[in-house]
């Protein structure tokens, strides 16, 4: 029997209020000492903040190079030019911020198809692109959770989360490597409405077939996570938490684990209790140690919202129409061995006159 979930906003709403409402709950629950929070901004020193913000921004550039190194690798010319690849993925990390699941990925593929020449078979190939860019991620983050066993005073919980996560990102990365190099179809192509999504991917991961770019992509991605490292450990300065480095290396994994899946907007509440539960350890109080991830999580917040602002209206683009992505599925793609020829997606990505 079919399950039959409701399309009505009317629902929708509901269910994000009744998730807000459990949240709120828990938050009172459990929560840290509420009146402590104040006192934790009224330290902070700004000037770090700004450093902060700024290596955020640097994180972006970095991260969009090295989008743009496997969209020009998967794309035959016309390739979109580096600008419109930074704009796209601007727009991407605003609706990742303000809306629930991971819209952001399917935003960045419709600035870039409305503002590129008509393609058969583009819609499918830059979301491959963005999946693969995606994989590059697993990179530096396996580096990071490498750096974070090896020199981080990490509680029990959260080492069983990373070494969860290093052996699910291990396994994923050289799945996308083989399955980049591989010319016939895989098990997971045959399953039915996988074939699509699966096909998507490994369009996407042409890059893996160029060793030097493939490489560039790597560095890039690393560099950018290089910058978000240094961001967190300066923030922390700006709220006068002196802890060694590696804890800063902790906070940003676990950070990242605990926006995986965005089960509501930035996943607040559960990110800031993911950043100052291990900081205990370092002798931070809980709730100075909340009041810094609700500041991190804003120093990242403003960053992607801001840029993503500026070119949402740049693009000429509105959040309605980015709750309007056509789905990942709707792809249709030939049986290659049959020699037919890539569709676009039954709905395409929303347009506007200029």
């Avoid at 990071?144 to 994923?172: F, H, K, M, N, Q």
């Avoid at 709750?323 to 030939?334: H, I, N, S, W, Y």
């Amino acid at each position: 029997m079919k399950l039959h979930i409701p399309r009505s906003p009317w629902f929708r709403v509901g269910v994000m209020v009744a998730i807000a409402a459990i949240v709120g709950l828990l938050l009172w629950w459990r929560g840290p000492d509420w009146g402590a929070i104040p006192d934790a901004f009224q330290a902070v020193e700004w000037q770090w903040v700004a450093v902060a913000v700024g290596l955020n921004l640097l994180s972006i550039v970095a991260r969009s190079i090295a989008w743009q190194i496997v969209i020009d690798q998967a794309m035959a010319p016309p390739r979109p030019r580096f600008p419109l690849v930074f704009s796209a993925f601007c727009v991407g990390l605003l609706a990742n911020a303000v809306l629930p699941g991971r819209i952001g990925e399917l935003a960045r593929v419709a600035v870039l198809t409305r503002r590129s020449p008509p393609q058969n078979g583009r819609w499918a190939l830059l979301v491959g692109t963005v999946f693969a860019h995606r994989v590059f991620d697993i990179v530096p983050a396996l580096l990071l959770i490498g750096y974070v066993l090896a020199t981080a005073d990490i509680p029990g919980w959260a080492l069983t989360s990373l070494i969860a996560v290093l052996s699910v990102g291990s396994a994923l990365f050289l799945l996308a490597f083989f399955s980049a190099r591989r010319h016939k179809r895989s098990v997971l192509e045959e399953a039915g409405s996988l074939k699509r999504v699966v096909t998507m991917a490994r369009y996407g991961l042409a890059v893996m077939h160029a060793p030097l770019p493939a490489a560039g992509a790597i560095f890039f991605q690393c560099l950018g996570w290089l910058c978000q490292f240094f961001a967190v450990y300066t923030a922390m300065k700006g709220f006068d938490i002196h802890v060694p480095l590696p804890a800063a290396g902790l906070v940003l994994v676990l950070m990242n684990v605990a926006t995986i899946f965005p089960l509501w907007p930035g996943n607040v509440g559960l990110t800031q209790a993911a950043i100052a539960l291990p900081l205990v350890q370092y002798g931070v109080p809980y709730a100075k140690g909340f009041a810094f991830g609700i500041g991190l999580q804003a120093i990242e917040a403003s960053v992607g919202i801001g840029v993503g602002l500026f070119f949402l209206g740049r693009e000429g683009l509105s959040f309605a129409m980015l709750r309007k992505m056509p789905e990942v599925t709707e792809a249709e793609f030939p049986d290659s061995e049959n020699g037919g020829s890539e569709v676009e997606p039954r709905r395409e990505a929303p347009r506007v006159s200029r």
